[in-house]
Structure formats: C-alpha cells, structure tokens
Nanobody, 132 residues
Framework: QVQVAESGGGLVQAGGSLKLSCVVS????????MAWFRQAPGKEREPVSC????????EYAPSVKGRSRISRDSAKKTLYLQIDNLKPEDTAMYYC?????????????????????????WGQGTQVTVSS
C-alpha cells in the first residue's frame, strides 16, 4: 500500500522560511518523478515544483522560482521543498505527488511537468499559513 505523508507546514511571518517534507512508503521512490502542488481555499490546485527520478530535471512555477528549492533523499524516501521569503500569497495546503517514470509514454523518464492530472499518488497535505 502506497502512503504519502507531508509535514513541516505551519504559521510563519512574511519573509520567513519553511522546509516541507514528504515521506513515501510502499513504492521505490527512485522510479518516480515527484512534485509539489498547493491549493488555497476557493482556488484550484496549482503547481509548485517537480523533479525527475534521477534529479536531472527540475521545474519551478513562476510564483516560487528563485526562492524555493526542491530536493530528495532516496535513502530516506523523502522529498523536500524549501521556500524562502514567504509571502501571504503562499498560504495554501501543500501536497506531495508521485508519478512513475514510465507514465505518459516515458515522458517522465527525462522530464517532469506540473500537470495535476499526470500524478498518481498524493498525500493529504500540510498547511502553510503566512501572516503579513
């Protein structure tokens, strides 16, 4: 049984930093592209960042590019997202997601994209609230 569990969210002042974690069990994380998405109340789920299984391709949404960093630790089966200079508009539930590298005609073998519909496994999310 695959389980995806995010943690690390919380209440932080604008300008602060957070590092989110996502622990995955029940699958070989090295076979999966991983991603972060977020969803604010009343809004659609939006992309944040993704990384291929071999870390060769990384993508960031314009909203976080330049102030965030995605990383993964295979031994710990964990995906991370560091966001610096947090803004009130970063307030959202943050979700971790995984897609096998063979998905979409092996697209995810060398690339990743932030398409919600592509991802197979999702966590329950961790809340990030940024106060002004």
């Amino acid at each position: 049984q695959v389980q995806v569990a995010e943690s690390g969210g919380g209440l932080v002042q604008a300008g602060g930093s957070l590092k989110l974690s996502c622990v995955v069990s029940g699958l070989n994380i090295d076979d999966y592209a991983m991603a972060w998405f977020r969803q604010a109340p009343g809004k659609e789920r939006e992309p944040v960042s993704c990384m291929t299984w071999n870390r060769q391709t990384i993508e960031y949404a314009p909203s976080v590019k330049g102030r965030s960093r995605i990383s993964r630790d295979s031994a710990k089966k964990t995906l991370y997202l560091q966001i610096d200079n947090l803004k009130p508009e970063d307030t959202a539930m943050y979700y971790c997601a995984a897609v096998h590298y063979t998905a979409e005609g092996y697209y995810y073998r060398t690339m990743c994209r932030l398409d919600v519909d592509d991802y197979t496994y999702w966590g329950q999310g961790t809340q990030v609230t940024v106060s002004s």
